[in-house]
């Protein structure tokens, strides 16, 4: 149900058409909040109406007469859906939202209005760090995650002349685009273009930076400015691209406690890319979710992840829903056979990850079978895949050994015997 403000409509008239069409209304309580008269006002039809469901976001006095309703207390979420008090206001907006019938406003002229009411539920940007819960703000038609979307389809474009095709950072990680994507011999013209401020191409150079130098040493903080402006433009993509960098990072930090730090960090940053839709930031988010890193761990929760990067034809998801099958995690778990055959499907498909864990497979004898001259061809090609090229490389030799070593010792060839 849209609500623009029409020509010659003014705010107050609009919000108070809007409040009494709703079924339920969510106020944010922050600092500037509960200073706010317009908040108050709106705030007292929804509480009039019996239909409030109040939060709070930092520690604040609510005012009268709304500190007598009990407040969800989201201050310590930090974006965790599992968190008690964010599941209490999804279970109380949905209740509200399923009523059919909804007291009606007190006053009769705008009961009438609410005879031709229609289900509209306004959601508050819960657990982020600043909120101005103003309703007249809400009425914008523009949601922010579908405009950056928008945006970034629209700017994708750009990414051709470096060889990156769209979709293509739905599908792999940066530093696979960087590494075999990325056409080197464009650097100077992807500075160029990442100096002009297009969020999309600054993405690209965020990764092919973190990933990509000409002398192949890293340059995590050269490629920090280019990383951070595009994610303060909104670009979707980015965030998986900064989670990979703050992992990586996390490996020279001075403390356990600031590495810790950087592995939240970085699992917040999958988070944002998930929560946009990037198929690789819902593969990244999805093992964090499985593993609890950073995160309580939700197995469930990373099955409807893997199943939307798998739908977005990204070849990881079926290594990582082959993967959590094969392990018995979920309730839809499929049978061993079926889920080992999944993964290899992805490591035909070129995921690296996925040639790595069959080959591991194979060369312990996966179903009673050894298979070392398989494994070693996977070895080889995860190798050259920036992922996982260290680990694969390191057991290419081994694996050679151990092709020789079977080699020798197979039995001699019986001669025919001699008439």
Not at 66 to 73: G, K, V
Not at 294 to 306: I, M, N, R
Request: contains cysteine; neutral net charge; charged residues 25%.
């Amino acid at each position: 149900m849209g609500h623009r403000l029409e020509t010659g409509e003014t705010f107050d008239e609009k919000i108070q058409s809007v409040l009494v069409q709703v079924k339920c209304v969510i106020v944010v309580w922050s600092k500037e909040s509960v200073k706010s008269q317009w908040v108050r006002a709106e705030k007292s039809i929804g509480r009039e109406r019996g239909i409030l469901v109040p939060v709070m976001i930092r520690p604040e006095t609510i005012p009268v007469p709304f500190n007598l309703l009990h407040t969800a207390d989201l201050i310590s979420r930090n974006g965790d859906r599992g968190h008690p008090g964010y599941r209490q206001v999804v279970k109380q907006v949905k209740q509200l939202a399923g009523k059919s019938h909804v007291k009606p406003p007190p006053n009769r002229v705008m009961r009438c209005g609410w005879q031709a009411a229609l289900t509209f539920a306004i959601v508050g940007a819960l657990g982020v760090a600043q909120v101005t819960f103003r309703l007249r703000d809400l009425l914008r038609p523009v949601d922010p995650v579908v405009e950056a979307r928008r945006e970034h389809t629209g700017s994708l474009a750009k990414r051709a002349a470096f060889g990156v095709r769209p979709g293509e950072f739905d599908k792999f990680s940066g530093r696979r685009i960087a590494r075999q994507i990325f056409k080197p011999d464009t650097r100077d013209q992807l500075n160029a273009e990442a100096a002009k401020g297009d969020p999309s191409v600054l993405t690209l150079k965020c990764a092919v930076e973190s990933w990509a130098t000409p002398d192949g040493i890293r340059d995590w903080e050269g490629a920090r400015p280019a990383c951070d402006k595009a994610a303060g433009a909104g670009e979707p993509d980015v965030h998986a691209c900064l989670g990979q960098l703050r992992i990586a990072t996390a490996v020279y930090a001075p403390s356990d406690e600031e590495r810790a730090g950087m592995e939240t960090s970085a699992t917040g940053e999958f988070r944002k890319a998930a929560d946009m839709g990037v198929g690789w930031g819902e593969i990244e988010y999805g093992w964090r979710l499985r593993s609890g890193e950073g995160v309580a761990a939700d197995s469930a929760a990373a099955e409807t992840l893997f199943n939307s990067a798998q739908a977005k034809g990204t070849p990881a998801a079926d290594q990582a829903l082959g993967r959590l099958y094969f392990s018995n995690e979920v309730a839809s778990a499929m049978n061993p056979d079926e889920a080992f055959a999944l993964v290899r499907e992805a490591a035909e498909a070129g995921d690296a990850g996925a040639q790595f864990f069959v080959a591991e497979k194979l060369v312990e004898g996966w179903n009673f079978t050894t298979d070392y001259e398989a494994a070693l061809a996977y070895y080889k090609t995860a190798a050259d895949e920036g992922d996982v090229s260290w680990r694969a490389a390191r057991f290419i030799e081994d694996t050679e050994r151990r092709i020789a070593d079977a080699k020798t010792a197979e039995p001699a060839p019986v001669a025919p015997a001699a008439n």
